[in-house]
T-cell receptor, first 110, second 112 residues
């Protein structure tokens, strides 16, 4: 079992829909990251969380440390949001090393 | 500021050949990471440098992979000899601190 599990693996939505991507992890962490990867490989950091909730534009990320669970929400989704969304955690004992989930492929249709 | 640069962007080789990838991190970033990302999976850390010293290479297949960062700036990752299962995107990232890593565009390697 991977230390970081994401669901769903693939998600198709219509433009305007509210989207939720989930991430569960099995280790104690010092931080959790949400990353966006577009075709061609480039990865962009969206959020770093250690508690609570963060919002940036149409993106909202939440984390529940007790339940070892985080969610990434996209409001009013748009075709340009189509990408792979990756959850990564920094465990309490791994220093700066990140452990990545396998990613969620999101496709938003017009 | 300029981002993380990687070259080449694409490489196709036959198995048992050698290949090298180059990474130039963001100026001033002391930490440099090499990741391997197999299709459909998340990135896996191969090696982490702090300046020109190795911090973590526990997941680097040392019988065929090597990496160096001689002057604490740019870095090369080499595979010799390549196997079919090495087909992947090789990502380089750099960071100034432990909080945010900045990723390069990656090198897509195909081993035939």
């Amino acid at each position: 079992k991977n230390e970081v599990e994401q669901s769903p693996q693939n998600l198709t939505a219509q433009e305007g829909e509210f989207i939720t991507i989930n991430c569960s992890y099995s280790v104690g962490i010092s931080a959790l990251h949400w990353l966006q990867q577009h075709p061609g490989g480039g990865i962009v950091s969206l959020f770093m969380l250690s508690s609570g909730k963060k919002k940036h534009g149409r993106l909202i990320a939440t984390i529940n440390i007790q339940e070892k669970h985080s969610s990434l929400h996209i409001t009013a989704s748009h075709p340009r949001d189509s990408a792979v969304y990756i959850c990564a955690v920094r465990s309490e004992t791994s220093g700066s090393r990140l452990t990545f989930g396998e990613g969620t492929q999101l496709t938003v249709n017009p | 500021e300029a981002g993380v640069a990687q070259s080449p962007r694409y490489k196709i080789i036959e198995k048992r050949q050698s290949v090298a990838f180059w990474c130039n991190p963001i100026s001033g970033h002391a930490t440099l990471y090499w990741y391997q990302q197999i299709l459909g999976q998340g990135p896996k850390l191969l090696i982490q440098f702090q300046n020109n010293g190795v911090v973590d290479d526990s997941q680097l297949p040392k019988d065929r992979f090597s990496a160096e960062r001689l002057k604490g700036v740019d870095s090369t990752l080499k595979i010799q000899p390549a196997k079919l299962e090495d087909s992947a995107v090789y990502l380089c990232a750099s960071s100034r601190d432990w909080y945010t890593q900045y990723f390069g565009p990656g090198t897509r390697l195909t081993v035939l």
